[in-house]
């Protein structure tokens, strides 16, 4: 926690000597609020997209829990994920408190790991998207195609991973404690692939709530008063989202703000804008976690 901290901190420094705060802070403070409205019902929306889609891993795995029940976890888990490291903390809240409650803890944790599997998934193929949507007619980033290529492929092998662990580990220290569990995880995200059928409707729904996201942080660019066409979002969202998922900046503050910074230079977009705009994608994305405070309160009062 301290490390993260940290680097989250000293990425703010090192932004705030380059770029003008008090410009930023004021283009956030005078931002149009329809946009700022349809944003945040954006935000209610993916969320709702999110739980459904878990439903229906839980669901093809035997795992009874009710449409309350999942909603719940999932908002007091986002919450409690806001205080953990960005990209993995309201994974692991959600995993443990399934987890917990199930006599099935390997498969409620692979439920949540095959979820974020496909939302890693979905951004790699909006960022094809948006390669061919922005890219100039005749022009190719090979380095750009290889690491699309490798994240696919990577995200494709998890599902094979129980399989690939026992070809590496010696059958040896197959009962080894950690070995044991790890295998156990594995074996629980591989059983996921005898149901493709819902793999490809989860899939689906991951992809709309990229859209979403994607979508909210044009409607923030434009209340800011920014010019960039939505083919650029596309491309350069995915990477930013991507840099979301990444644990080491709390709440997602630091890193992905410098990236997006970074990837909107090109555009012309002055940095006091471009922070701004990311501020905002982070600060949405927290609103979308004050029902899980509710919840999480009224559970402690009871």
């Known amino acids: 926690m301290i490390v993260r901290l940290a680097i989250t901190a000293i990425i703010l420094a090192i932004l705030a000597m380059g770029i003008d705060m008090g410009a930023a802070a004021q283009a956030i403070a005078t931002i149009d609020l329809r ?3 349809a944003v945040l019902a954006l935000v209610a929306l993916d969320r709702s997209v999110m739980i459904l889609r878990w439903i229906l891993l839980l669901r093809a795995r035997g795992i009874q829990i009710s449409i309350g029940e999942a909603v719940h976890l999932f908002l007091v888990s986002s919450f409690v994920g806001s205080f953990l490291p960005a990209g993995i903390g309201a994974d692991a809240a959600r ?8 006599a099935t803890g390997s498969d409620a944790v692979a439920s949540v ?10 951004l790699v193929v909006m960022a094809v998207v948006g390669v061919v949507a922005w890219t100039p007619q005749g022009r190719s ?3 750009i195609a290889t690491a699309i290529a490798v994240m696919a492929v990577a995200c494709g092998a998890a599902f094979w991973a129980n399989e690939l662990l026992r070809w590496i580990i010696p059958a040896h220290r197959h009962d080894g404690f950690a070995t044991r569990r790890i295998l156990k995880l594995a074996d629980a995200v591989g059983r996921y692939r005898s149901h493709r059928g819902v793999l490809i409707h989860v899939m689906a729904w991951s992809l709309v709530v990229q859209l979403l996201r994607i979508t ?4 923030l660019g434009l209340g800011l008063g920014m010019s960039v066409p939505y083919a650029y979002y596309l491309l350069f969202m995915p990477l930013g989202l991507l840099m979301l998922l ?20 090109p555009m012309g977009v002055p940095d006091a804008q471009s922070f701004a705009l990311s501020t905002l994608i982070v600060l949405t994305g927290l609103a979308g976690n004050l029902p899980g405070l509710i919840l999480w309160l009224r559970d402690r009062r009871t």
Not at 96 to 101: E, H, K, N, Q, V
Not at 216 to 219: M, P
């Open 246 to 265: 990444v644990p080491i900046s709390i709440s997602g503050f630091g890193v992905p703000q410098g990236v997006i910074v970074w990837l909107l230079r």
């Open 216 to 219: 909210q942080a044009y409607l």
């Open 113 to 122: 790991a095959v979820d974020r599997l496909l939302g890693v998934l979905s």
């Open 95 to 102: 995993a443990y408190g399934l987890a917990r409650d199930s």
């Open 141 to 143: 980033d090979w380095r």
């Open 35 to 37: 946009f700022l409205a």
